[in-house]
């Protein structure tokens, strides 16, 4: 296991490689991670409305939400779930912790192959 065995990672918008972890953008959309250069991700939400209501899931905004929902995720599945509205809630709850996975994923994916 070498850490210089580093898979690149390739921006889905203009098929280049990206070098650097700050050049890195992780959009989430449809349950799927999708990497885009900063400046095509830039590009791309210019024309579609429903991407510029995600904030980036390597950003700082989603690793933060994506802390506290799984806080309150692991809270939720501790409670009984016919106490606090059923099956409403269990969706909540498959959402609160699809956060902070689709968070770890992306740096599973992408984030730890790119050191600088
Ligand atoms: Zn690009």
Known sequence: MSASHHQRIYCVHCN???E????????????????????CYAEVSKGQSIFISNSPVNGA????TSVFAFLLGM???FIPKGEIGGS???????I???????????WY????????
């Not at 409403?88 to 498959?94: A, D, E, I, Y």
Request: aromatic fraction near 16%; avoid cysteine; proline fraction near 2%.
């Open 61 to 64: 905004e989603f690793s933060w």
């Open 20 to 39: 650097s972890r700050y050049d890195l953008l992780v959009s989430l959309s449809f349950f799927s991670l999708s990497a885009y250069h900063t400046s």
């Open 16 to 18: 280049a490689e990206i």
């Open 88 to 94: 409403g809630m269990w969706s909540l709850n498959v």
């Open 109 to 116: 994916i992408y984030e730890r192959h790119l050191d600088k």
């Open 75 to 77: 809270i939720l599945l």
């Open 96 to 106: 609160l912790l699809l956060l902070p996975f689709a968070r770890v994923s992306s």
